[in-house]
Nanobody
Framework: QVRLVESGGGLVQAGESLRLSCAAS????????MGWFRQAPGKEREFVAG????????YVLNSVKGRFTVSRDVAENTVYLQMNSLKPEDTAIYIC??????????????WGQGIQVTVSS
């Protein structure tokens, strides 16, 4: 079983930054990928960013490219989402996920509980 615990969310003003962290514990393997999704009220879940545990590849949603950066600490089994220049439209619950298939495009089979990010104008 794999457990994902997110941290770092909160309430910020537009233009400010937040850094989300997600630590994986339990029966993780070396060949995994981790990512971040978000879900705003009344909207569908959206894939924001993903990164593999081996190799340099990663993905960031076009609409946040240049503002959001995904990174990892393999030794700590932790994935980060650095969010800069936040906008009110970034307000959502951000959900960490892990793919045991090794591709940051998924499928994702483990999910965190989600953490609220609220950006005020």
């Amino acid at each position: 079983q794999v457990r994902l615990v997110e941290s770092g969310g909160g309430l910020v003003q537009a233009g400010e930054s937040l850094r989300l962290s997600c630590a994986a514990s339990g029966r993780t393997r070396n060949n995994i990928a981790m990512g971040w999704f978000r879900q705003a009220p009344g909207k569908e879940r959206e894939f924001v960013a993903g990164i593999g545990w081996s190799g340099p590849g990663s993905y960031v949603l076009n609409s946040v490219k240049g503002r959001f950066t995904v990174s990892r600490d393999v030794a700590e089994n932790t994935v980060y989402l650095q969010m800069n220049s936040l906008k009110p439209e970034d307000t959502a619950i951000y959900i960490c996920a892990l793919s045991s298939y090794g591709s940051y495009f998924g499928p994702y089979d483990y999910w965190g509980q989600g953490i609220q990010v609220t950006v005020s104008s």
